[in-house]
């Protein structure tokens, strides 16, 4: 089975700081990682996604993450964050499809909220 | 291009009642996932829809079901309502349903069992 570990729950930074949010799986075949990003009663946006390639993954709003496969980690960086990223993070891991039958759906962590502070 | 829509974005219901939450997705998509979130279990995995077809589904009871209808608009149930089915339901839409296709998601809805 695979799983998602976001190791820190809540995130507080001050505007202009850089930021990591840190990001573990645990899989035994491949996958596919996601970022993604959930502004209050709002639904969630892709911020990035590493399917293959370079390890190194720039996505939008200047965020960008580093697949490690040693370390089964995927984490989140960026270098100087805004009032604007306060959000919950949640990274997410799907399968690779190599075998009949869609395995699809994502697999998420339990998020990040990031607060930003002024 | 329009985004995926879900309707409504607010539901209240009693224990016992049943519950259809609508979602549509964007133009030209053709798969639609359901994921369940709450504070405490997180985001977590309905069933996905390709083609009218369920093609996975997670680890919820029969009280939950969908369909997708051939415009590819999707619809989730659930009956006999109980406390713990007071969650956000996210739908999200795909092209197709491999796993390098993005799911964009939807707005949600809020269902509060009472």
């Known amino acids: 089975a695979q799983s998602v570990t976001q190791l820190d729950s809540q995130v507080p930074v001050f505007e202009e700081a850089p930021v990591e949010l840190r990001c573990n799986y645990s899989?035994?075949?491949?996958?596919?990682l996601f970022w993604y990003v959930q502004y209050p009663n709002q639904g969630l946006q892709l911020l990035l996604k590493?399917?293959?390639?370079?390890?190194l993954v720039k996505g939008i709003n200047g965020f960008e993450a580093e697949f490690n496969k040693s370390q089964t980690s995927f984490h989140l960086r960026k270098p100087s964050v805004h009032i604007s990223d306060t959000a919950e993070y949640f990274c997410a891991v799907r399968l690779h499809m190599n075998y009949g039958g869609s395995q699809g759906n994502l697999i998420f962590g339990k998020g990040t909220k990031l607060s930003v502070k002024p | 291009k329009a985004g995926v829509t879900q309707t409504p974005r607010y539901l209240i219901k009693t224990r016992g009642q049943q519950v259809t939450l609508s979602c549509s997705p964007i133009s030209g998509h053709r798969s639609v996932s359901w994921y369940q979130q709450t504070p405490g279990q997180g985001l977590q995995f309905l069933f996905e829809y390709f083609s009218e077809t369920q093609r996975n589904k997670g680890n919820f009871p029969g009280r939950f079901s969908g369909r997708q209808f051939s415009n590819s608009r999707s619809e989730m149930n659930v009956s006999t309502l109980e406390l713990g089915d007071s969650a956000l339901y996210l739908c999200?839409?795909?092209?197709?349903?491999?796993?390098?296709?993005?799911?964009?998601f939807g707005p949600g809805t809020r269902l509060t069992v009472l």
């Open positions: 999200a839409s795909s092209l197709a349903p491999t796993s390098t296709d993005t799911q964009y």
């Open positions: 899989s035994s075949v491949s996958v596919y």
């Open positions: 590493y399917l293959s390639g370079s390890t």
